[in-house]
């Protein structure tokens, strides 16, 4: 079966860490974008952090030097290292990548829930995972 999962969120402290994972099955993540997004109550879509298919890796300003996108393709995954976490980090987190790769399997296009779906630079996407942030 072709997905995308997230997993790893969960409730913190502020000042705590996660380390959130996307496993793709039936897919190799190899010569796609990849991405992490998230979404907070009342917000919009809120890119995180990405790293293209020939390793240029961006972050959002609120989150560099406290977040570390990577990757390990003996397992087809990918993860977002938090760690300092603070109280406007907690959303919904959501993995994405490209449905049509540089090579290898296109993808059927899956929408992620609420606003993210409406980002142009990705079109498959996991259904989420909560991180929540206490003070």
């Known amino acids: 079966e072709v997905q995308l999962v997230e997993s790893g969120g969960g409730s913190v402290q502020a000042g705590g860490s996660l380390r959130l994972s996307c496993t793709g099955s039936g897919f190799t993540f190899d010569g796609r974008d990849m991405g992490w997004y998230r979404q907070a109550p009342g917000n919009g879509c809120e890119m995180v952090a990405t790293e293209t298919r020939d390793g240029h890796i961006s972050y959002a300003d609120s989150v560099k030097g406290r977040f570390t996108i990577s990757q390990d393709s003996l397992k087809n995954r990918v993860y977002l290292e938090m760690n300092s976490l603070k109280p406007d980090d907690a959303a919904v987190y959501f993995c994405?990548?490209?449905?049509?790769?540089?090579?290898?399997?296109?993808?059927?296009?899956?929408?992620?829930?609420?606003?993210?779906?409406?980002?142009?630079?990705?079109?498959?996407w996991g259904q989420g995972t909560q991180v929540t942030v206490s003070s």
């Open positions: 994405a990548t490209e449905r049509t790769p540089r090579f290898g399997l296109i993808l059927p296009r899956i929408d992620p829930p609420g606003g993210c779906r409406y980002v142009s630079a990705f079109d498959y």
